[in-house]
């Protein structure tokens, strides 16, 4: 028998999942001695023994990791013998080179649930309870390593029973960096307005509960943020919380007890099911049940809702001593700025919504909003990609050089990249308003930090006005790379489907805007796309924003600039639409029309869809990112008869002014909802057949979609089933948003590989 | 020729290209640039010209102001008002808003033929009403006149000279000064555009062209206890709006804004009008307000001075410059949140998705 050395380094989410202690034991399993040991963001193990029971090791080390864990890489080298005596878990050291990053927020684990329900575990009625293998990480990381003293944790050092705990390798919490117990631990409190605390620990629970079950609006903190909460059946709480936020009509989302509550509300598949269940615990949107028992405050007429279930030890304790099986659950925030994380910050921007706080006492580090998921033809179609997800690696197809995505304006996150390794930001918002841009900055210096990538290239949007863009060219100077907007969401979504390097797909992209190349406004275009570069080769008709982004907000204005050749102005002057300085507003905008004052063209998909909103009197004003299309798709799932609309495309141009008037023409014979749902037939026929013959002429057979309208069930069905059909290969977004979301990660990529550097 | 070789219309309009012809072609080109403290490099309101040292031996003197501006407006006669009120309004208040009194004003006008002489008159009429309303001479004048398809209106070009006992800039802002604003913002801008383009808005709305020299000489001889100037910066919002001089002083000045949609004053008729079109009200041109920026123990004393005057009723302390996000001009919006206020470029481009 020979006695080997080797050392091992693995790398990928193998610091704050209970990866050292796991090592540990299967390396006494194996009989084998030396040390293991954090280095910067990997794990270094040195091992001595056998040959056979190194390679039973490793082979343990592959296939039992601990569940939140994920390898991406495995090492190992011959090293000299030293001979030593027992197997040790050393403490960390700092490590510049280092490439692998801290695990995201998990939901608290059934053996942590068990001791919380357990009257005899100390950890009895303990909402901070967690483990090795659950519990936040994320959202309360400072620096790396994942040790204590870089979380905050920090604050709170161990008592005896939990050093005990964490020294003892049997136990699930031998080396959990969060682990705390009512001795040790941060502690909830419940307080009015005026900071009095009115109950602590458990007691804060049970009142808290019942303020909730009356009608009070609670502000929760969480894991990484807060939460507003009120009673979900109850119409008044909700009422009062839209208009405490100014959000007339913006869905809200909410947490059922359980799957089984969720049934009660919502139509679910098995799906959707597992995603509920999922330790990342998203928001996941559903269809609501015919029956609703819930407020219909929650999302104004839409037929879908975001639902989550309890994923913190506070939401479980909440629902076993509340009435109420399913609360409201928005994220603490005014609008446009970010979610609130701190205490007195909530104490004083929240004084007008909230009624109470659930307040605890460690700090959040990174604020983290809730991931919203829906399943899109039976796909994962990510809304929101953020706790529970942000910062996992999104592994390249190919190697670039260092870089950075700045991303958009509106829901803008950021992405930084290096050689085959991208990590995506959490949701960031709308960088238009001076918090949130703050924030922005704030975001990507953690995201350096944590990832110790140095940016060489920084990708940005090409509208010259974003704040992201202005920002990138300050840092970046020489290194900025304007990235269109269109080919950001083509090339993530190439990124998600891990195409090589060498790759070249017709991208359709559809969405609400992006800056264009000519000056004009994009957002409905075909394009014929590699890694580096795009032409577009078809789009949708260029039609006039009287008052650009009023036309936006306003869709009856898009609406009469989209009829403006087609119609009259005698009929243009009959149409019932909704104008909010009334007819004289109506007007002015026939007349800019007429007289091309301060109108922009705009080739938007989701413009068209906001128009035949307008037109067909389903909404009138948009109170919330994408409301007329949201509105419209639940209007049209109501349609049981398609009325196959006459689509025009001439020479790569789909000819929406036709399509707004064959609707038009059919509104007295028609239902709406038909109607409605034929107007998103007809689009995706149409962008479809643009794509089709786009990729027929250019000898393509990769067809994909991207872009927020993409969340869109019916058109996205009904555009790869066009594209299948005429035999061409289909592909969508897998881990990354089609929305705005992931524009960063598509800029991100060809700033990085704009050198030529595959 | 190709497009970027010759005069674009946005060379004119007050965002990049304009900067750029000046810094590049203008200021590049020219190598004697100052006579005084202020010369053309600044690129204030108007420059300063260096007069030796008085006889009877004071150190302190009063300094020279001069200020040259031509003036083309379609159409040359707008609610209200014309061109002939505006091109003496606009030279005199950029000697106001240096702190100097105008001494005198010349004239030069190119006008086409076929222009009607009555109109011509009646544009005379109003320079003189103009200037007779601060008691500055017109001294000087030239008169050009150019064939009917080498010109579709009249320009008139006015230098004013001024003296300032003090000359304020538009780049003396400190943090913690207040920011007051002498009246309501658009009405010039969105009454011209109304009135040229035939928009119905159904109001009286008119354009607030006027000579601002009565009222800011008012609060010019504010001291603070040591005898400074309470005044540190001015500056009228003509093109670019408020949001144009603002991000002007605050870059040149070094200071951050902030300022209160709350507080603004706007007319009811001008944000329905503003709305309707899609135009941020802080981007319209003005003709008859001031930005006057006074330490913040003066505000008050400074503010009900100007209401005294009539072109200073609806004045208001619109907010303050402040130490961070040095260059940037921010709006604390009626919501609560913060919003960016952009340099405008002249061009409408959406950015809502
Ligand atoms: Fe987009
Ligand atoms: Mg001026
Ligand atoms: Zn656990
Ligand atoms: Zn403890």
Same mark, same amino acid.
């Given at each position: 028998m020979q006695i080997q050395c080797r050392m091992i380094n693995v790398s990928g989410v193998v610091q704050g999942v209970g990866f050292r202690p796991f090592i540990y034991h299967i390396a006494i399993e194996n009989g084998l001695c030396g040390y293991v040991k954090n280095a910067g963001n990997d794990v270094e193990i040195v091992t001595e023994g056998e040959k056979e029971d190194i390679d039973r090791f490793l082979h343990d080390l592959y296939f039992k990791k601990p569940p939140l864990s994920l390898i991406d890489q495995i090492k190992t080298n011959v090293f000299r013998v030293s001979g030593f005596s027992d197997f040790s878990i050393l403490t960390s050291e700092q490590d510049e080179t280092a490439n692998s990053i801290i695990p995201p927020d998990s939901a608290i684990c059934s053996d942590c649930l068990r001791d919380m329900y357990d009257s005899k575990d100390r950890h009895y009625h303990y909402p901070f309870t967690s483990c090795t293998n659950c519990g936040p990480r994320y959202s309360l990381v400072s620096s790396l390593p994942f040790d204590r003293e870089n979380t905050s944790m920090l604050e709170f050092p161990m008592c005896s029973e939990c050093s005990l705990d964490y020294k003892m390798s049997s136990d699930k919490r031998f080396h959990a960096q969060t682990m705390c117990c009512p001795n040790c631990g941060p502690v909830l409190s419940l307080t009015n307005g005026n900071c009095d605390v009115l109950a602590s620990g458990h007691d804060a629970i049970i009142k808290c509960a019942e303020l909730i079950d009356g009608e009070s609006i609670v502000a929760v903190k969480g894991y990484s943020g807060f939460h507003l909460v009120c009673n979900?059946?109850?119409?008044?709480?909700?009422?009062?919380?839209?208009?405490?936020?100014?959000?007339?009509?913006?869905?809200?989302?909410?947490?059922? %007890?359980?799957?089984?509550t969720v049934c009660s509300f919502a139509s679910i598949n098995a799906d959707e099911s597992s995603l509920l269940l999922s330790r990342q615990r998203p928001i996941v949107v559903l269809d609501k049940s015919d029956e609703f028992p819930l407020s219909e405050q929650i999302t104004p007429d839409l037929h879908n809702i975001g639902v989550m279930i309890p994923y913190s030890g506070t939401h479980h304790l909440l629902f076993d001593n509340s009435?109420?099986?399913?609360?409201?659950?928005?994220?603490?925030?005014?609008?446009?700025?970010?979610?609130?994380?701190?205490?007195?910050?909530?104490?004083?921007?929240?004084?007008?919504?909230?009624?109470?706080?659930?307040?605890?006492?460690?700090?959040?580090?990174?604020? #983290?909003?809730?991931?919203?998921?829906? #399943?899109?033809?039976?796909?994962?179609?990510?809304?929101?990609?953020?706790?529970?997800?942000?910062?996992?690696?999104?592994?390249?197809?190919?190697?670039?050089?260092?870089?950075?995505?700045?991303?958009?304006?509106?829901?803008?996150?950021?992405?930084?990249? %290096?050689?085959?390794?991208?990590? #995506?930001?959490?949701? #960031?918002?709308?960088?238009? *308003?001076?918090?949130?841009?703050?924030?922005? %900055?704030?975001?990507?210096?953690?995201?350096?930090?944590?990832? %110790?990538?140095?940016?060489?290239?920084?990708?940005?949007?090409?509208?010259?006005?974003?704040?992201?863009?202005?920002?990138?060219?300050?840092?970046?100077?020489?290194?900025?790379?304007?990235?269109?907007?269109? *080919?950001?969401?083509?090339?993530?979504?190439?990124?998600?489907?891990?195409?090589?390097?060498?790759?070249?797909?017709?991208?359709?992209?559809?969405?609400?805007?992006?800056?264009?190349?000519?000056?004009?406004?994009?957002?409905?275009?075909?394009?014929?796309?590699?890694?580096?570069?795009?032409?577009?080769?078809?789009?949708?008709?260029?039609?006039p924003m009287p008052g650009g982004d009023m036309a936006a907000t306003y869709p009856s204005r898009m609406l009469l600039g989209m009829l403006h050749d087609a119609l009259e102005p005698k009929e243009l002057r009959e149409l019932p639409l909704y104008f909010k300085y009334g007819e004289s507003e109506r007007d002015i905008v026939l007349d800019q029309l007429e007289k091309g004052i301060n109108l922009v063209k705009t080739s938007s998909a989701a413009r068209v869809l906001d128009s035949a909103a307008a037109l067909l009197w389903i909404s009138h004003y948009r109170s919330y990112q994408g409301e007329p299309a949201m509105k419209l798709e639940s209007v049209a799932k109501k349609s049981i008869h398609n009325i196959d609309l006459p689509v025009v495309c001439k020479r790569g141009v789909l000819d929406t002014t036709s399509l707004l008037y064959e609707l038009y023409e059919r509104i007295d014979t028609h239902a709406v909802c038909d109607l409605a749902y034929s107007i998103e037939d007809a689009l995706a026929r149409g962008v479809a057949e643009l794509a089709i013959s786009s990729a027929k002429k250019r000898n393509i057979d990769v067809i994909g979609l991207s872009g927020g309208v993409a969340y869109n069930e019916h058109i996205t069905g009904r555009i790869s089933e066009a594209v299948k059909d005429a035999g061409f290969e289909f592909i969508t977004h897998k881990k990354i948003p089609c929305g705005d979301g992931g524009v960063s990660l598509g800029q991100v990529m060809v700033a990085g590989d704009s050198e030529g550097i595959s | 020729m190709s497009k970027d070789k010759v005069i674009r219309m946005e060379h004119g309009a007050g965002g990049e290209p304009m900067q750029a012809l000046i810094r590049d072609l203008i200021l590049n080109n020219i190598t004697n640039k100052s006579a005084g403290p202020v010369g053309l490099d600044d690129l204030d309101d108007g420059a300063t010209i260096n007069i030796?040292?008085?006889?009877?031996?004071?150190?302190?003197?009063?300094?020279?102001?001069?200020?040259?501006?031509?003036?083309?407006?379609?159409?040359?006669?707008?609610?209200?008002?014309?061109?002939?009120?505006?091109?003496?309004?606009?030279?005199?208040?950029?000697?106001?808003?240096?702190?100097?009194?105008?001494?005198?004003?010349?004239?030069?006008?190119?006008?086409?033929?076929?222009?009607?002489?009555?109109?011509?008159?009646?544009?005379?009429?109003?320079?003189?009403?103009?200037?007779?309303?601060?008691?500055?001479?017109?001294?000087?004048?030239?008169?050009?006149?150019?064939?009917?398809?080498?010109?579709?209106?009249?320009?008139?070009?006015?230098?004013?000279?001024?003296?300032?006992?003090?000359?304020?800039?538009?780049?003396?802002?400190?943090?913690?000064?207040?920011?007051?604003?002498?009246?309501?913002?658009?009405?010039?801008?969105?009454?011209?555009?109304?009135?040229?383009?035939?928009?119905?808005?159904?109001?009286?709305?008119?354009?607030?062209?006027?000579?601002?020299?009565?009222?800011?000489?008012?609060?010019?001889?504010?001291?603070?206890?040591?005898?400074?100037?309470?005044?540190?910066?001015?500056?009228?919002?003509?093109?670019?709006?408020?949001?144009?001089?603002?991000?002007?002083?605050?870059?040149?000045?070094?200071?951050?804004?902030?300022?209160?949609?709350?507080?603004?004053?706007?007319?009811?008729?001008?944000?329905?009008?503003?709305?309707?079109?899609?135009?941020?009200?802080?981007?319209?041109?003005?003709?008859?307000?001031?930005?006057?920026?006074?330490?913040?123990?003066?505000?008050?004393?400074?503010?009900?001075?100007?209401?005294?005057?009539?072109?200073?009723?609806?004045?208001?302390?619109?907010?303050?410059?402040?130490?961070?996000?040095?260059?940037?001009?921010?709006?604390?919006?009626?919501?609560?949140?913060?919003?960016?206020?952009?340099?405008?470029?002249?061009?409408?481009?959406?950015?809502?998705?």
């Open positions: 979900a059946t109850s119409d008044r709480a909700t009422l009062k919380l839209r208009n405490a936020l100014n959000r007339p009509a913006q869905p809200f989302a909410v947490m059922a %007890k359980d799957v089984e009435d109420a099986d399913v609360y409201v659950m928005t994220s603490a925030n005014l609008p446009g700025l970010p979610m609130v994380i701190d205490n007195e910050e909530a104490l004083s921007h929240l004084d007008k919504i909230a009624d109470y706080y659930l307040l605890h006492n460690y700090a959040i580090k990174n604020r #983290i909003d809730d991931t919203v998921i829906r #399943i899109v033809n039976g796909r994962m179609a990510f809304i929101r990609r953020s706790r529970g997800f942000v910062p996992e690696r999104i592994e390249l197809p190919f190697s670039i050089e260092p870089a950075i995505g700045v991303g958009p304006e509106l829901n803008t996150t950021v992405t930084i990249a %290096k050689k085959n390794s991208a990590y #995506i930001s959490q949701y #960031i918002g709308n960088t238009r *308003h001076f918090e949130t841009d703050q924030y922005h %900055k704030q975001v990507v210096l953690n995201l350096e930090q944590l990832t %110790k990538i140095t940016p060489r290239l920084w990708g940005c949007d090409l509208h010259p006005e974003f704040n992201t863009t202005r920002f990138a060219q300050d840092i970046g100077g020489e290194g900025t790379v304007f990235v269109q907007h269109h *080919h950001a969401h083509i090339v993530s979504l190439m990124v998600d489907n891990f195409l090589p390097v060498d790759s070249r797909i017709i991208g359709i992209a559809l969405d609400g805007s992006g800056y264009g190349e000519n000056g004009t406004i994009w957002g409905g275009e075909v394009l014929e796309a590699t890694y580096s570069g795009y032409e577009r080769t078809a789009h949708l008709m260029e039609q | 030796a040292n008085t006889m009877d031996g004071s150190k302190k003197c009063d300094e020279i102001v001069i200020t040259t501006d031509s003036h083309v407006i379609k159409p040359p006669f707008f609610p209200d008002s014309n061109i002939g009120r505006l091109a003496v309004s606009g030279t005199v208040n950029d000697l106001a808003v240096m702190g100097a009194a105008p001494l005198a004003l010349t004239c030069a006008i190119v006008v086409p033929e076929g222009f009607e002489l009555e109109s011509f008159e009646k544009i005379i009429k109003s320079m003189n009403a103009a200037a007779e309303e601060v008691g500055v001479p017109i001294i000087a004048g030239d008169t050009k006149t150019v064939e009917r398809n080498g010109l579709d209106s009249i320009i008139i070009n006015t230098t004013g000279i001024g003296i300032a006992g003090d000359v304020i800039r538009d780049s003396g802002l400190c943090p913690g000064d207040k920011i007051i604003l002498t009246g309501t913002i658009g009405d010039h801008g969105i009454s011209l555009l109304a009135h040229r383009e035939g928009f119905d808005f159904s109001t009286d709305l008119v354009s607030d062209v006027a000579p601002l020299w009565n009222m800011i000489r008012a609060v010019i001889p504010i001291r603070n206890v040591e005898g400074k100037p309470a005044i540190s910066a001015m500056k009228d919002p003509t093109r670019g709006g408020l949001a144009g001089a603002l991000n002007e002083m605050a870059q040149k000045s070094g200071t951050g804004i902030i300022i209160h949609q709350r507080d603004l004053p706007i007319k009811e008729s001008v944000s329905s009008a503003c709305e309707m079109l899609g135009i941020d009200p802080l981007e319209v041109a003005n003709e008859g307000k001031a930005i006057i920026c006074v330490k913040a123990e003066h505000a008050e004393e400074a503010l009900s001075i100007i209401r005294n005057h009539k072109y200073g009723r609806d004045a208001a302390i619109i907010g303050e410059a402040t130490d961070g996000h040095s260059g940037k001009v921010l709006m604390k919006t009626i919501i609560g949140s913060m919003r960016y206020v952009d340099i405008p470029t002249g061009d409408l481009i959406p950015r809502i998705c």
